[in-house]
Structure formats: structure tokens, C-alpha cells
T-cell receptor
Framework: GNSVTQMEGPVTLSEEAFLTINCTYT??????LFWYVQYPGEGLQLLLK?????DKGSNKGFEATYRKETTSFHLEKGSVQVSDSAVYFC???????????FGAGTTVTVRA | DAGVIQSPRHEVTEMGQEVTLRCKPI?????LFWYRQTMMRGLELLIY????????DSGMPEDRFSAKMPNASFSTLKIQPSEPRDSAVYFC??????????FGPGTRLTVL
């Protein structure tokens, strides 16, 4: 079956620091990969996606590259802001039934 | 464009009462998903529809839960009778393309 493993948090950073959250997956077929962000009291927002090997998704300064050889989709941002404090979820979409498999989520706190 | 709309945003009810959660998907999206989020179990897929037809309800916890999608613009998730262990945040999501889900803001349900 499909599964997603992401680094456990919580992660605490200072403003302007570099952020990386590791994500690896196990899947049958060729899934699409996603990062979602959840701010306190809100729903999940799509942050970025990649649909095939070597694709790079990017949005709001965040980037992640679909690495088929290492089955990874690590999230990076070069300079975080306090407003980036949130829970980040890595996910994959099954290519046959489109059901999402989520990682456990990583809580990120950015201090001024 | 309006995103996925859910109502109510908060619901407090007493054990044994019927609860109905509502969802309006994004226009043109032909998949609709219902999820439950708790601290203990994370995000769980309850049921999903394609073109208003239920495809997989294997995540519905028990017969007290039911979901309908009478048309492309509306879906309900009903719990009857409700129990304290049903307390959670319930999310609706719709997708287009099929692999990319967009989440609503959620309904926070508290069963006393």
C-alpha cells in the first residue's frame, strides 16, 4: 500500500533561517506528490505539487523536487518568516483512485 | 473564485443528537472527499464521491455515519446518534484535476 513518512517535529527556527522538512514515500505506480499547510484553526491549503519525476513544485518561496530514485519530496525554504508558523503535511495521490495518503504532519514555529 | 464551503463552522451538541454537516464543492470539481481530523488519529478519509456517486465508504467508522451527494453542488455528512468520541474537525475537499484536492475550512464538532 501507499505510505508517507515525514520528519517529526516540532521544529523551532529563528526568522530568516533555512527550513527543510524531509518526506519519503512508498507507492505503487506513479503518484502525484503534494505539500499542504495548515494554519491554526484553518483547513489544509495546497502549498505545492509535483506530478512526475524531477518536477519541482514551488510557491511562496517554498520548493520541493520529486525524486523518484530516492522516493523523496523534501520541502525547503531559504528564509522563513514568523507567518510561516504552521503544520506542514506531505501527501501523495494514488494514481488509480486519487485517495490521498498523508504524513503525520510537522509543526513549525518561527520566532522573531 | 469561492473555495470549498462548509457549514456550520462550529457545532456543539449533546450525545444522542443528530448532527448534519454540509459541504459545497468548488464548481466543476467532480470528486468530493470527507475527512475527519483528530489529534490521536490524524487525518482519516471517511468517504469519497465521483460525479455524485459514492465510490469508497470503507473509512466510515460505523453505521451511525452516513453521507449523501444529491447533486454536484452539495453533500452532507450525518451522524445519528452522535457520541462524544465523534468530536473532531470534519473537512470536505473537492478535486480537479482528480489528483489535486482543495480543502474547506472544516467543521469543528463537539459532542458533550
Amino acid at each position: 500500500g501507499n505510505s508517507v513518512t515525514q520528519m517529526e517535529g516540532p521544529v523551532t527556527l529563528s526568522e530568516e533561517a533555512f527550513l527543510t522538512i524531509n518526506c519519503t514515500y512508498t507507492a505503487t505506480g506513479y503518484p502525484s506528490l503534494f505539500w499542504y499547510v495548515q494554519y491554526p484553526g484553518e483547513g489544509l491549503q495546497l502549498l505545492l505539487k509535483a506530478t512526475k519525476a524531477d518536477d519541482k513544485g514551488s510557491n511562496k518561496g517554498f520548493e520541493a523536487t520529486y525524486r523518484k530514485e530516492t522516493t523523496s519530496f523534501h520541502l525547503e525554504k531559504g528564509s522563513v518568516q514568523v507567518s510561516d508558523s504552521a503544520v506542514y503535511f506531505c501527501a501523495l495521490s494514488d494514481p488509480y483512485d486519487y485517495k490521498l495518503s498523508f504524513g503525520a504532519g510537522t509543526t513549525v514555529t518561527v520566532r522573531a | 473564485d469561492a473555495g470549498v464551503i462548509q457549514s456550520p463552522r462550529h457545532e456543539v451538541t449533546e450525545m444522542g443528537q443528530e448532527v448534519t454537516l454540509r459541504c459545497k464543492p468548488i464548481s466543476g470539481h467532480d470528486y468530493l472527499f470527507w475527512y475527519r481530523q483528530t489529534m490521536m488519529r490524524g487525518l482519516e478519509l471517511l468517504i469519497y464521491f465521483n460525479n455524485n456517486v459514492p465510490i469508497d465508504d470503507s473509512g466510515m467508522p460505523e453505521d451511525r455515519f452516513s453521507a449523501k451527494m444529491p447533486n454536484a453542488s452539495f453533500s452532507t455528512l450525518k451522524i445519528q446518534p452522535s457520541e462524544p468520541r465523534d468530536s473532531a474537525v470534519y473537512f470536505c475537499a473537492s478535486s480537479f484535476p482528480a489528483d489535486t484536492q482543495y480543502f474547506g475550512p472544516g467543521t469543528r464538532l463537539t459532542v458533550l
